[in-house]
């Protein structure tokens, strides 16, 4: 039987546009769930994945998920980090918190897990005066702040050992490490949430100003 070649052309332009529509549609969803997923990122992570593999069995199962996803080895800002233009002040002669942020549970969940907290202050006059960062009530970080009212920064690494111990890495200027670097340090819960404080100590007529907590979670890469 002779074809005719009109109809066959049709038909192959038919199903042609048929399937660019598909693919295109299947690229829209998945890259719609894949900004939704972004979205979703932030501190409370409490599941592993391995880039498009675990985005296509969430894709595959049409949820998106309650908890947070950890994503292997990206370095992200956390939300809870502090920045301000103006700071916050505390008040002459008194040693006491000017600022606390709370890190969510399983932030960080096994060996090669870390996060960076640096802090960003100055103080009103050449007195010497400490500013302190804990977290979980375990100090990390802390600076003598001693001559002019030039500013400061602290670095303090806490590296997952287990559910209740970190290893602590204070980072001074220079690169010289701080007193407060140590190892297996115990205090952590890492299953619950856990608040970093930033205090002054007291000092006769001088307080600090606090201008940045920034966090960074940098979990383990594979």
Known sequence: MELDMRKVVYGVILVGLTLCIVGYSVFTVNAEYGRILVDQINDTDTTAWNGANQLLRLGASGNVPNSVLKLSGVHRSSSITYISGTGIAGSNNSAETLKTVTLPANTLTQIGDRLRIRTYWNSNTGTTIVGMTSLNAALVGDKSHVGPTSFNLTESWVHYIDATHANIIEQQEGGALGSL????????????????VFAQSAASGTHLTLFEIIIDILPKGT
Not at 181 to 196: E, P, R
Request: charged letters at 10%.
């Open 181 to 196: 670097s140590a190892a297996n340090v115990d205090g952590f819960n890492w299953s619950a949430s856990q608040d970093i």
